[in-house]
T-cell receptor, first 113, second 114 residues
Framework: DAKTTQPNSMESNEEEPVHLPCNHSTISGTDYIHWYRQLPSQGPEYVIHGLTSNVNNRMASLAIAEDRKSSTLILHRATLRDAAVYYCILTYGYGGSQGNLIFGKGTKLSVKP | DAGVTQSPTHLIKTRGQQVTLRCSPKSGHDTVSWYQQALGQGPQFIFQYYEEEERQRGNFPDRFSGHQFPNYSSELNVNALLLGDSALYLC?????????????FGPGTRLTVL
């Protein structure tokens, strides 16, 4: 299974943008890049996913490198509610999937008021 | 549109006992996966159910078993509980035909084994 590498922790100030990096140098052509986040005492929450092109939704933006070996989750204006552990996960995207999300330790984001 | 629901929220058991956890998938989803999350760790995949059959299994002993019902809801059973089974148990659902494998998680059941 393709693996991802993320920093253990990051800090941000409230209302400032946050860029969360993820390296996935062994990604294959059919792997989707997913981001989930987990707030304290809650289940993981889907944030965004992409394949090759940059993606935007109401929660965040996903910037994918041209060679797809890295990606960056962008929170445009961090709020205190964005303090969570962020997981970058690759999923096999050919005709349905293996169904097995492999979580690493993720990046713990702290947001200061 | 209801999301993934799980019951109970919390559970306390003693070593050797058996436990059953329940999950109802998000509306329109037909595939359910179960994950175990120990304190301070990322979730670990236990197994996945589709069409009432176990389709894929992670590295968990046979003490962990499951079931999926015709309405797509699912149960996770753990027999002969050990102290190390104390964890947050998460259920996630998705649609089998969807290529991206985006899964939606429930709030989890916190199991404490004494």
């Amino acid at each position: 299974d393709a693996k991802t590498t993320q920093p253990n922790s990051m800090e941000s100030n409230e209302e400032e943008p946050v860029h969360l990096p993820c390296n996935h140098s062994t990604i294959s052509g059919t792997d989707y890049i997913h981001w989930y986040r987990q707030l304290p005492s809650q289940g993981p929450e889907y944030v965004i996913h992409g394949l090759t092109s940059n993606v935007n939704n109401r929660m965040a933006s996903l910037a994918i490198a041209e060679d797809r070996k890295s990606s960056t989750l962008i929170l445009h204006r961090a709020t205190l509610r964005d303090a969570a552990v962020y997981y970058c996960i690759l999923t096999y995207g050919y005709g349905g999937s293996q169904g097995n999300l492999i979580f690493g330790k993720g990046t713990k984001l702290s947001v200061k008021p | 549109d209801a999301g993934v629901t799980q019951s109970p929220t919390h559970l306390i058991k003693t070593r050797g006992q058996q436990v059953t956890l329940r999950c109802s998938p998000k509306s329109g989803h037909d595939t359910v996966s179960w994950y175990q999350q120990a304190l301070g760790q990322g979730p670990q995949f236990i197994f996945q159910y589709y069409e009432e059959e176990e389709r894929q299994r992670g590295n968990f002993p046979d003490r962990f078993s499951g079931h999926q019902f015709p309405n797509y809801s699912s149960e996770l059973n753990v027999n002969a509980l050990l102290l190390g089974d104390s964890a947050l148990y998460l259920c996630a659902s998705r649609t089998a035909g969807e290529a991206t494998d985006t899964q939606y998680f429930g709030p989890g059941t916190r199991l404490t084994v004494l």
